[in-house]
């Protein structure tokens, strides 16, 4: 579960419970990496940290998909 998130230039970094952090190319999703700062900023944890939402994006990313490596539909692999 997350607890907490960050977006950098580059990454999107979540800080995970249990300790671990977890960051992947911001580039695997373009919907946020678009986005201007501000709305880069303005996430919200989905349920008990399954998931992050940015609300102004209509963008929702979960947990589970960014262990497996999952990214937006339509980035390429």
Avoid: K, Y
């Amino acid at each position: 579960m997350a607890d907490t998130v960050e977006v950098t230039t580059d990454e999107l970094i979540v800080g995970l419970t249990d300790g671990r952090r977890l960051a992947v190319p911001l580039a695997w999703f373009p919907t946020i990496c678009n986005a201007s700062e501000h709305h880069r900023a303005r996430w919200e944890l989905l349920g008990d940290g399954e998931g992050i939402r940015w609300p102004d994006l209509d963008a929702d990313v979960s947990v589970e998909g960014l262990l497996l490596g999952v990214r937006e539909v339509g980035t390429p692999a």
